[in-house]
Every structure is written in structure tokens, then in C-alpha cells.
């Protein structure tokens, strides 16, 4: 690890994590941990067909079952009309709903048909299987290829594909189509000495997070509701549980638990809007926490796709032109990450002529959820793996190859942007250099590079920072901490302040404590809140030097900020001993009260956060196993504010990115049903499945942030896949272009 934040007196250091200590000890408390007196257990009938009619629901048996207080349908909640979208955030209101209940139809096995309030878990799930339901089935795909033809099962009637010259009049299960285009590929092809198409095919892969879905819920016989649940969003939640089942916005408190893992798995609802229904109509909280199955069979995953990407380049490795063509799952209902995929895919690379086109395809299968640079590490995927082979063919370095043609400040993307400084030729110089690159390597054994990016992005956040009657200092933001941000908002504030770290605390606050905050995700979090908390601190500075002043009976201007104390600007101002920060706390009652400082901002000039790797494998002829031997990531964050958690998330991506190029992958049988919901059957790397994760830390500051932060948590998930891929290539010679690469594949590769 290599950190450059040595200016400065706690942003860039190790400070002590301050929720560590709670979850390490059992304290802490996540989604499934909340009670409430007289609280009743929900759970959810789910279809096991992935797709069918639903001709009636009859609920009378489950109904006068000992012990059920309520059992809902979708008929119990509002109904949101197609016609119109009905955004919150980026989630289509039209599609959670139904996702969230089905109404008329089901469209893939694990979709939520009813619901049931009971005494105990056991006796609400006794009660789902009285619930009887007439279904008719209906054809159903799976295969995004096979749902795009012509002849396809239609999961949705009422859908045209949008983004085309003119909409369609008939049915299809291509929700829509999107176009990127820079110069002209035609004529950067023809400008080409070599040119290589290739097509990829990737599997749905689920976040893998450790704690399931889990909620409690208790409305009142006044409609005030409160809502206790884990998710990467409680002002998300809020929202969209209102907008779901006819609530005001004001009349719900979302309280945010610690979250066990979401990866962006957790920035939409499952099951809060049933609970609240389920609570509503018995008068009692309702606590609902999903199985492991019910996670995999019912909740999100990323999307499976198609591919094609082409790339010309001349003799002398100046890449001339690019095409993508994406094909995404959306799963049940519109919304895949297919234009995040087309807009990263080339990003690294400063290519005069690109054309990208991607579809966005509805399928039976779950609707499909972000997880970390949503569309991003697919798009890697094939891209790295082409610009490999044509380094190979070229005979060139791969990573001189790549810096060749990397981005640079001035460098135009496809999808728009010019790029301010940015950091990837630093990440592909550092690999170059890093004696992991040189190590010598055994039979069977090979080494890959690859690389990734992700925009990173701003948006709403607020923060409040108080001085305490001690002088200690406490701050709140609204955002729930899965990566690291209360560590990294406590070094903020101390470091501003002039204080020690220990002397600031930091907490995550419900939606009726401090201003709204944006979902965590899309590594936004340490830059958006980082900002607000910055904007508050800077009005608590000033509000010190104001106390002070008065203390002093001088003017404000004539006080300076430092270490942790007011002093006089100069000796004009007077000859005054330092204030400390706790002496003008015991004096606040008569200087004017509390001292506050507060900021709500809608962040902006987030900048973008590039990565390259470099990963050795040992191939097993025999048995086809790949082990990852050695692992180095080398990313720019900007300006690491905590460096462990930034090399935690850094090992986090390139673990899942593992998983998801060797093992990890959603299997249905032949009757359209997930067959490995667990576990024990979907296999996530474990410890012994992977060498210890070096993190090389690269900070190229961003100019748009007072700290220079980039957002980190995404980009290190994208170039996991082709970089083992390219390693198996240099290991046995062979290209593996579908995910997982998995024993039973490169084994019959072998013959």
C-alpha cells in the first residue's frame, strides 16, 4: 500500500473504526435484531411458477387459522398505474410495486403473491401454504438471446421498446435501446491492421451479501409509522414504502440499522411495504426477515448478458475504433445496467471512433439489482479481454499496450464528458513498475492484466456537527455506513476542527433527525457527505471564532482557527492566551447557546476512479480447478481518507470479481426454476480460495472535492474478470469467453 496523505494530522490515517468495537462484541444491532412489544412475524407465498395468470386468490382458510392476524394480496395495495413512470431515485414506482406483490401475473418463480401477519414465524408460514391460488401457466425465457427473437414468451404485453426512431406498436421484451457514438468506427476500421471480434456471455451473479433481507415495522393507530431495516437507503425506504402503499412521506420514520453487507443489493425494498400493510390492518409491529432461499429466489441479482465487442488497432497499437453491442437481462421488469455498461465500457481508453448499442431485455427471472459499478464489470469483461488478445497479436506489452491508448486529462469519453485530471495512466505505470509484473511464473501458471472505471457520482447529502458540553464533538449524516463513512467523516471533522479523533463521534441518523440523504451507493457517500460534512464544519470554524470573538470583546476578523483553538490574527488583535475548543464550549450558555453547524448539498464534480490489475493463476490440467495465486489491485482514490477502508474495499471488489469469473452463477432447471439458492450451492469465494489481496493506493486528488476524495468502493469489481481470464489464457493458452470460468468448462477445454 502506498499513501501520499502525510500533510495533514488525521485525514490519511488509521484511525481506530468507531463501529468496530460494537460489532466485533455482538452489540450492534442490523435488520433482524429489532423487537417490539406485541410484535406479530410476516412472511411471503411466492410463486413457483416463472410465469403465470393468477385467476383468484382464496385467503379464507389462512385466515381463520389459530394465530393470523392479517393476510394481504396485491389488491391491497394501491395500484400504480403503467401509463405514467413514477420515479424515487432511479427506481421505477410502476415496476417496484409489482415486483414488491405481484397483481395480475407472476413472472419468475419466487415472485411475492401474498403475504400473512401471524403470532410467530411458524405459524405464518403454516399460514402462506392454506393460501390457495389458481394459476395458469404460461410460456416463460430465461436466456436474454432467446428472449430478444421474435417468436419469444412476452413477459409483458404492454411493453415497447423505447429509445428507437419510433416506438413499436407490438409487444416485445426489449424495454428499450440506447446509442453511444464518437467519431466514426466505420472509418477507424478501415484505418485498422488488425481487427478482432469476439462474443461473451455472462450469468446473473447475486451480491453475496451475508445478512438478509430484514425489517420491522410498527404503524399506529394514528397512521404515524416506524420502520427499523437494513438497507443502503432509509430516506429510500421511506419514500418508496409511502409511494407504495398510499402513505405520506411524513407520517413514516425510517430508523437505519447496521447493514451486513449490500453492495447494492440494498437500495430498494422487498418487503417493507407488506409489513407496513400486514402492521396496518393489525394494529400490531410486524417483523419480516427473509430465508436464504427467499434472498436468492426473490431479490435482485446483477444482470446475465450477451456480448459482442470489436477493436481495430494499427501496427504500432493506437487502437482506431471500438464497437460494443450489450445485450443486459433486466429480469422481470425493465431497469438493467445496460447504459452504465456502454458508458464504461471504452472509457479507459482515448479512442477517436466508437459505437456502442445496448438493449435492455425483460426475462422470468428476478428483477435484476446494482451490485458495485452496476454494468461496469461485465462491459470490462469483454472489453479487456479484447484489447488483451489484440496486445498478444500486436505483440506488444499489455500494459504498455493499454498506456498507449489510456485516457488522460482533456480526453473525451463516448458517452460525453471530457475528463478532468484523472489517475489511470498512474495506476498502468505503478503495474508496470510493481515487481509482481516481473515475478517468474511455473508451468501452468500464468499472469493477466486488466483495468476498470466507474464515474463515481455525487448528490444529496446533509450533515450536522455539534459541539457537546465537554468540548467533544458529535456528527450526523444520513447515510447508512457500509463502507467505511463514519471513519472517514470522524477524520474529516477532526482534522478540520484541529482536534483528536477520539474527541469526535459519528452516527448515522433516521429520516427524522437530519436533512435528506441519498441512497449509499455508487461510491458516492465519502465524497457527497465528505462535502456536506466539510460545509459544516467550515460554519461550526466560524462559529467558534465568533464565540471567541465575543469572549475577547474583538471583532471575528481578527481570530484565526488552529489546532484545535481560537488565537488572535496578529498582535494588533491583542494579547490573548489561546481559546481552547472545550473552553469555549463551557462558555457557550453565555455566548449564545449550542454551537451547530449544518449543511445540505446536492454534491457535484465527482470525478471518475480507474484501477488496474494484475492476477496469476495455476490451472489444474486434471481437474480443470483455477487458484488465484497472487493478486495486486492498483486503483486511484483520489485522496484516501482512511486507508484501511479503502484497501478493505479494494479487497472486497477483487473477491466478488473472483467469484464472479470463476464459480459464481444463477442455475435453473427445466422448469424455470433457480436450483442453487444457497450457499452451499451458489459457491462465493471463501478465505482459502484466495491469496492475500495487495492494495496499491494511488492518489491523484480530485479537483471538485475539498479533499481530493474519488469514490472507490465500485471500480475495484471490474477488472477482476478479465484479468483472471487473460492469466488462464497466458497459463494454458486458451480463452474462456463465458462466466464462471468454472472447473467443469476449462476442463473440456482440455479435451
Same mark, same amino acid.
Given at each position: 500500500?502506498?499513501?501520499?496523505?502525510?500533510?495533514?494530522?488525521?485525514?490519511?490515517?488509521?484511525?481506530?473504526?468507531?463501529?468496530?468495537?460494537?460489532?466485533?462484541?455482538?452489540?450492534?444491532?442490523?435488520?433482524?435484531?429489532?423487537?417490539?412489544?406485541?410484535?406479530?412475524?410476516?412472511? *411471503?407465498?411466492?410463486?413457483?411458477?416463472?410465469?403465470? *395468470?393468477?385467476?383468484?386468490?382464496?385467503?379464507?382458510?389462512?385466515?381463520?387459522?389459530?394465530?393470523?392476524?392479517?393476510?394481504?394480496?396485491?389488491?391491497? $395495495?394501491?395500484?400504480?398505474?403503467?401509463?405514467?413512470?413514477?420515479?424515487?431515485?432511479?427506481?421505477?414506482?410502476?415496476?417496484?410495486?409489482?415486483?414488491?406483490?405481484?397483481?395480475?401475473?407472476? $413472472?419468475?418463480?419466487?415472485?411475492?403473491?401474498?403475504?400473512?401477519?401471524?403470532?410467530?414465524?411458524?405459524?405464518?408460514?403454516?399460514?402462506?401454504?392454506?393460501?390457495?391460488?389458481?394459476?395458469?401457466?404460461?410460456?416463460?425465457?430465461?436466456?436474454?438471446?432467446?428472449?430478444?427473437?421474435?417468436?419469444?414468451?412476452?413477459?409483458?404485453?404492454?411493453?415497447?421498446?423505447?429509445?428507437?426512431?419510433?416506438?413499436?406498436?407490438?409487444?416485445?421484451?426489449?424495454?428499450?435501446?440506447?446509442?453511444?457514438?464518437?467519431?466514426?468506427?466505420?472509418?477507424?476500421?478501415?484505418?485498422?491492421?488488425?481487427?478482432?471480434?469476439?462474443?461473451?456471455?455472462?450469468?446473473?451473479?447475486?451480491?453475496?451479501?451475508?445478512?438478509?433481507?430484514?425489517?420491522?415495522?410498527?404503524?399506529?393507530?394514528?397512521?404515524?409509522?416506524?420502520?427499523?431495516?437494513?438497507?443502503?437507503?432509509?430516506?429510500?425506504?421511506?419514500?418508496?414504502?409511502?409511494?407504495?402503499?398510499?402513505?405520506?412521506?411524513?407520517?413514516?420514520?425510517?430508523?437505519?440499522?447496521?447493514?451486513?453487507?449490500?453492495?447494492?443489493?440494498?437500495?430498494?425494498? #422487498?418487503?417493507?411495504?407488506?409489513?407496513?400493510?400486514?402492521?396496518?390492518?393489525?394494529?400490531?409491529?410486524?417483523?419480516? *426477515?427473509?430465508?436464504?432461499?427467499?434472498?436468492?429466489?426473490?431479490?435482485?441479482?446483477?444482470?446475465?448478458?450477451?456480448?459482442?465487442?470489436?477493436?481495430?488497432?494499427?501496427?504500432?497499437?493506437? /487502437?482506431?475504433?471500438?464497437?460494443?453491442?450489450?445485450?443486459?437481462?433486466?429480469?422481470?421488469?425493465?431497469?438493467?445496467?445496460?447504459?452504465?455498461?456502454?458508458?464504461?465500457?471504452?472509457?479507459?481508453?482515448?479512442?477517436?471512433?466508437? +459505437?456502442?448499442?445496448?438493449?435492455?431485455?425483460?426475462?422470468?427471472?428476478?428483477?435484476?439489482?446494482?451490485?458495485?459499478?452496476?454494468?461496469?464489470?461485465?462491459?470490462?469483461?469483454?472489453?479487456?479481454?479484447?484489447?488483451?488478445?489484440?496486445?498478444?497479436?500486436?505483440?506488444?506489452?499489455?500494459?504498455?499496450?493499454?498506456?498507449?491508448?489510456?485516457?488522460?486529462?482533456?480526453?473525451?469519453?463516448?458517452?460525453?464528458?471530457?475528463?478532468?485530471?484523472?489517475?489511470?495512466?498512474?495506476?498502468?505505470?505503478?503495474?508496470?513498475?510493481?515487481?509482481?509484473?516481473?515475478?517468474?511464473?511455473?508451468? =501452468?501458471?500464468?499472469?493477466?492484466?486488466?483495468?476498470?472505471?466507474?464515474?463515481?457520482?455525487?448528490?444529496?447529502?446533509?450533515?450536522?456537527?455539534?459541539?457537546?458540553?465537554?468540548?467533544?464533538?458529535?456528527?450526523?449524516?444520513?447515510?447508512?455506513? /457500509?463502507?467505511?463513512?463514519?471513519?472517514?467523516?470522524?477524520?474529516?471533522?477532526?482534522?478540520?476542527?484541529?482536534?483528536?479523533?477520539?474527541?469526535?463521534?459519528?452516527?448515522?441518523?433516521?429520516?427524522?433527525?437530519?436533512?435528506?440523504?441519498?441512497?449509499?451507493?455508487?461510491?458516492? *457517500?465519502?465524497?457527497?457527505?465528505?462535502?456536506?460534512?466539510?460545509?459544516?464544519?467550515?460554519?461550526?470554524?466560524?462559529?467558534?471564532?465568533?464565540?471567541?470573538?465575543?469572549?475577547?470583546?474583538?471583532?471575528?476578523?481578527?481570530?484565526?482557527?488552529?489546532?484545535?483553538?481560537?488565537?488572535?490574527?496578529?498582535?494588533?488583535?491583542?494579547?490573548?492566551?489561546?481559546?481552547?475548543?472545550?473552553?469555549?464550549?463551557?462558555?457557550?450558555?453565555?455566548?449564545?447557546?449550542?454551537?451547530?453547524?449544518?449543511?445540505?448539498?446536492?454534491?457535484?464534480?465527482?470525478?471518475?476512479?480507474?484501477?488496474?490489475?494484475?492476477?496469476?493463476?495455476?490451472?489444474?490440467?486434471?481437474?480443470?480447478?483455477?487458484?488465484?495465486?497472487? #493478486?495486486?489491485?492498483?486503483?486511484?482514490?483520489?485522496?484516501?481518507?482512511?486507508?484501511? +477502508?479503502?484497501?478493505?474495499?479494494?479487497?472486497?471488489?477483487?473477491?466478488?470479481?473472483?467469484?464472479?469469473?470463476?464459480?459464481?452463477?444463477?442455475?435453473?432447471?427445466?422448469?424455470?426454476?433457480?436450483?442453487?439458492?444457497? =450457499?452451499?450451492? #451458489?459457491?462465493?469465494?471463501?478465505?482459502?480460495?484466495?491469496?492475500?489481496?495487495?492494495?496499491?493506493?494511488?492518489?491523484?486528488?480530485?479537483?471538485?472535492?475539498?479533499?481530493?476524495?474519488?469514490?472507490?468502493?465500485?471500480?475495484?469489481?471490474?477488472?477482476?474478470?478479465?484479468?483472471?481470464?487473460?492469466?488462464?489464457?497466458?497459463?494454458?493458452?486458451?480463452?474462456?469467453?463465458?462466466?464462471?470460468?468454472?472447473?467443469?468448462?476449462?476442463?473440456?477445454?482440455?479435451?
Amino acid at each position: 500500500m502506498t499513501n501520499q496523505s502525510t500533510d495533514t494530522n488525521w485525514i490519511g490515517k488509521r484511525t481506530l473504526r468507531p463501529d468496530g468495537e460494537d460489532k466485533v462484541t455482538g452489540r450492534a444491532s442490523f435488520g433482524a435484531d429489532f423487537s417490539q412489544p406485541g410484535m406479530i412475524w410476516g412472511k *411471503v407465498l411466492r410463486s413457483p411458477h416463472p410465469h403465470a *395468470v393468477i385467476k383468484s386468490i382464496n385467503t379464507d382458510k389462512a385466515l381463520a387459522y389459530p394465530g393470523v392476524r392479517a393476510v394481504i394480496t396485491g389488491s391491497d $395495495l394501491p395500484l400504480i398505474p403503467l401509463d405514467t413512470p413514477l420515479t424515487v431515485g432511479p427506481a421505477d414506482m410502476r415496476y417496484v410495486s409489482r415486483n414488491v406483490i405481484a397483481r395480475d401475473k407472476v $413472472l419468475y418463480s419466487g415472485h411475492a403473491v401474498a403475504a400473512v401477519a401471524a403470532s410467530s414465524a411458524y405459524v405464518a408460514e403454516v399460514a402462506t401454504r392454506l393460501i390457495e391460488v389458481e394459476y395458469e401457466e404460461l410460456p416463460w425465457v430465461i436466456d436474454v438471446d432467446e428472449a430478444m427473437r421474435a417468436d419469444a414468451p412476452i413477459v409483458h404485453e404492454f411493453l415497447r421498446t423505447q429509445g428507437l426512431a419510433e416506438t413499436p406498436d407490438q409487444s416485445t421484451n426489449i424495454a428499450s435501446s440506447i446509442e453511444l457514438n464518437l467519431g466514426d468506427a466505420d472509418v477507424g476500421f478501415k484505418d485498422a491492421d488488425v481487427i478482432l471480434e469476439r462474443h461473451f456471455k455472462t450469468t446473473p451473479v447475486h451480491q453475496g451479501y451475508i445478512e438478509p433481507h430484514a425489517c420491522l415495522v410498527s404503524v399506529a393507530s394514528d397512521g404515524k409509522a416506524t420502520i427499523w431495516s437494513s438497507s443502503q437507503g432509509h430516506f429510500m425506504v421511506r419514500a418508496v414504502t409511502a409511494v407504495l402503499t398510499g402513505a405520506k412521506i411524513s407520517d413514516i420514520r425510517a430508523i437505519p440499522a447496521e447493514i451486513g453487507g449490500g453492495f447494492g443489493g440494498k437500495t430498494i425494498v #422487498y418487503l417493507e411495504p407488506l409489513a407496513y400493510e400486514l402492521s396496518r390492518q393489525s394494529g400490531a409491529p410486524v417483523k419480516m *426477515v427473509m430465508t436464504r432461499e427467499e434472498v436468492f429466489r426473490a431479490t435482485g441479482p446483477t444482470s446475465g448478458s450477451s456480448n459482442t465487442v470489436k477493436i481495430g488497432a494499427k501496427k504500432d497499437g493506437t /487502437i482506431t475504433a471500438a464497437t460494443a453491442e450489450f445485450r443486459f437481462q433486466a429480469g422481470a421488469f425493465p431497469g438493467s445496467p445496460v447504459r452504465a455498461a456502454s458508458n464504461c465500457a471504452f472509457a479507459p481508453y482515448a479512442i477517436e471512433n466508437v +459505437y456502442v448499442r445496448g438493449f435492455d431485455v425483460v426475462t422470468n427471472r428476478p428483477k435484476c439489482n446494482a451490485y458495485r459499478a452496476p454494468g461496469s464489470p461485465i462491459a470490462a469483461f469483454c472489453v479487456e479481454s479484447v484489447v488483451d488478445e489484440l496486445a498478444n497479436e500486436l505483440g506488444i506489452d499489455p500494459i504498455r499496450f493499454r498506456l498507449r491508448n489510456s485516457a488522460k486529462e482533456g480526453t473525451r469519453a463516448a458517452y460525453g464528458p471530457t475528463f478532468r485530471r484523472i489517475g489511470y495512466s498512474e495506476t498502468l505505470e505503478k503495474a508496470l513498475e510493481h515487481d509482481h509484473y516481473s515475478a517468474p511464473l511455473k508451468k =501452468f501458471q500464468g499472469r493477466g492484466v486488466a483495468s476498470g472505471f466507474w464515474f463515481n457520482v455525487g448528490g444529496e447529502s446533509s450533515a450536522q456537527i455539534a459541539v457537546n458540553e465537554d468540548g467533544t464533538i458529535s456528527v450526523v449524516t444520513g447515510h447508512p455506513d /457500509i463502507g467505511g463513512s463514519r471513519a472517514s467523516m470522524v477524520n474529516i471533522v477532526a482534522e478540520m476542527l484541529g482536534v483528536h479523533y477520539t474527541n469526535v463521534s459519528a452516527i448515522v441518523g433516521d429520516t427524522n433527525t437530519i436533512g435528506f440523504s441519498a441512497t449509499t451507493g455508487g461510491s458516492r *457517500v465519502t465524497f457527497a457527505a465528505g462535502t456536506a460534512v466539510t460545509t459544516a464544519a467550515e460554519t461550526l470554524v466560524a462559529k467558534l471564532r465568533e464565540r471567541a470573538a465575543l469572549i475577547w470583546g474583538i471583532d471575528t476578523d481578527a481570530i484565526e482557527w488552529r489546532d484545535g483553538h481560537a488565537l488572535p490574527a496578529g498582535t494588533n488583535a491583542g494579547n490573548f492566551e489561546p481559546l481552547s475548543l472545550p473552553e469555549i464550549a463551557a462558555k457557550s450558555s453565555q455566548t449564545g447557546g449550542p454551537i451547530v453547524g449544518q449543511a445540505s448539498v446536492n454534491a457535484q464534480g465527482a470525478a471518475p476512479a480507474f484501477a488496474t490489475h494484475i492476477c496469476d493463476v495455476e490451472v489444474d490440467p486434471d481437474t480443470g480447478r483455477v487458484e488465484v495465486l497472487r #493478486y495486486t489491485a492498483i486503483q486511484d482514490v483520489g485522496r484516501a481518507i482512511h486507508p484501511s +477502508y479503502v484497501e478493505g474495499q479494494i479487497q472486497g471488489g477483487v473477491a466478488q470479481g473472483v467469484g464472479w469469473a470463476l464459480n459464481e452463477e444463477y442455475v435453473f432447471d427445466g422448469v424455470g426454476k433457480l436450483d442453487n439458492p444457497g =450457499f452451499l450451492d #451458489y459457491r462465493i469465494p471463501v478465505a482459502s480460495d484466495l491469496p492475500m489481496i495487495d492494495a496499491v493506493i494511488v492518489e491523484v486528488p480530485n479537483d471538485g472535492h475539498p479533499h481530493g476524495v474519488r469514490g472507490v468502493g465500485e471500480v475495484p469489481i471490474a477488472p477482476p474478470m478479465a484479468a483472471v481470464h487473460n492469466a488462464i489464457h497466458n497459463a494454458v493458452g486458451m480463452r474462456f469467453r463465458e462466466l464462471p470460468m468454472s472447473p467443469p468448462k476449462v476442463l473440456s477445454a482440455f479435451g
